[in-house]
């Protein structure tokens, strides 16, 4: 899981970077009149965005001290994109209703479309897809190995007195833990996007409120993204290697071998993308005044 190790040591480093602004919260709302609510939302919301990523890379690092048989490896950024969108959900949570000295109401309807990286959230999409497509197939091939570990070795007959098995395959022994992180942080993720949108706001500060839950929209999708992209990356590259390796295969093994091995340095690049995406909201999107709602 060398993918996971990478990924792990550049989160690491992207804390150090996500630390030194948060001392400065608010400073995409430099320049613009901003009402002290607004300003405590920016920070309360990153610091714990900011906890949640510090408390899930040192979760993730521990995780890869256990099980020698890579579990622990293979979890270890799910984990961590567990406790990133955590931190975003207690985050939104914190938020409450404005305290102005006129109240103000309006009519609008707020959608989670509004607020997603359309490119970045078609790539998790796809990822997500493909995880689960991977998973299927690996579990429904997978036999047990020598010590009797089920889903741990692909084997095949090879003529009536021979037969191989190799591994490690990525079948139920290691996808059954995956998916036992990957669905509650996709189920973590749904309810965040669901606070972001309907969180209190001031209507005062409409515009820049909602460059703030662009932010926040950003973080989830980019979680998701460590949560299902690092897993992928280790699940495809080791069934590549197996079916590589097994020499009775047909040639519809080899061929998957060569696409599996094609997937490896693309998801690889979608785990670095969320991983940017997550310590560097981009100011354009930041800055993008949202659609007007209709008066009533």
């Known amino acids: 899981m060398s993918a996971v190790v990478l990924l792990l040591l550049v989160l690491a480093g992207a804390t150090v970077a996500v630390a030194r602004r948060a001392g400065r919260p608010g400073e995409e709302l430099r320049g613009a009149p901003v009402s002290a609510w607004l300003r405590a939302t920016a920070r309360r919301t990153r610091l714990w965005r900011l906890a949640g990523l510090t408390a899930g890379t040192a979760v993730g690092i521990t995780a890869m001290q256990f099980d020698p048989l890579g579990r622990g490896p293979l979890l270890a950024a799910p984990l961590c994109a567990l406790l990133v969108l955590a931190g975003v959900v207690v985050g939104e949570l914190q938020v409450t209703a404005p305290r102005d000295t006129v109240r103000t109401?309006?009519?609008?309807?707020?959608?989670?479309?509004?607020?997603?990286?359309?490119?970045l959230t078609a790539a998790v999409a796809t990822a997500t897809g493909l995880l689960a497509v991977v998973l299927a197939l690996t579990t429904a091939a997978g036999s047990?190995?020598?010590?009797?570990?089920?889903?741990?070795?692909?084997?095949r007959r090879c003529s009536a007195f021979v037969s191989e098995a190799v591994g490690p395959w990525p079948g139920s022994f290691y996808a059954l833990p995956l998916v036992a992180v990957v669905v509650p942080g996709l189920v973590l993720a749904a309810l965040a996007l669901r606070r972001i949108v309907?969180?209190?706001?001031?209507?005062?500060?409409?515009?820049?409120?909602?460059?703030?839950?662009?932010?926040?929209?950003?973080?989830?999708?980019?979680?998701?993204?460590?949560?299902?992209?690092?897993?992928?990356?280790?699940?495809?590259?080791?069934?590549?290697?197996?079916?590589?390796?097994?020499?009775?295969?047909?040639?519809?093994?080899?061929?998957?071998?060569?696409?599996?091995?094609?997937?490896?340095?693309?998801?690889?690049?979608?785990?670095?993308?969320?991983?940017?995406?997550?310590?560097?909201?981009?100011?354009?999107?930041a800055g993008v005044a949202p659609r007007e709602p209709a008066a009533l």
Do not use: I, K, M
């Open 198 to 285: 309907h969180r209190p706001r001031s209507a005062d500060d409409a515009r820049l409120d909602d460059a703030l839950r662009r932010q926040a929209a950003d973080s989830v999708v980019a979680g998701c993204g460590l949560l299902v992209a690092v897993p992928l990356t280790g699940v495809s590259f080791f069934a590549a290697h197996a079916l590589s390796n097994l020499d009775c295969a047909p040639p519809t093994w080899r061929v998957l071998a060569g696409a599996l091995g094609l997937l490896v340095p693309a998801v690889l690049a979608l785990s670095l993308w969320c991983v940017v995406a997550l310590t560097a909201p981009a100011p354009s999107r």
């Open 105 to 119: 109401a309006g009519l609008a309807v707020r959608r989670a479309g509004e607020y997603l990286p359309r490119r």
């Open 144 to 155: 047990p190995d020598d010590l009797g570990r089920a889903g741990r070795a692909l084997a």
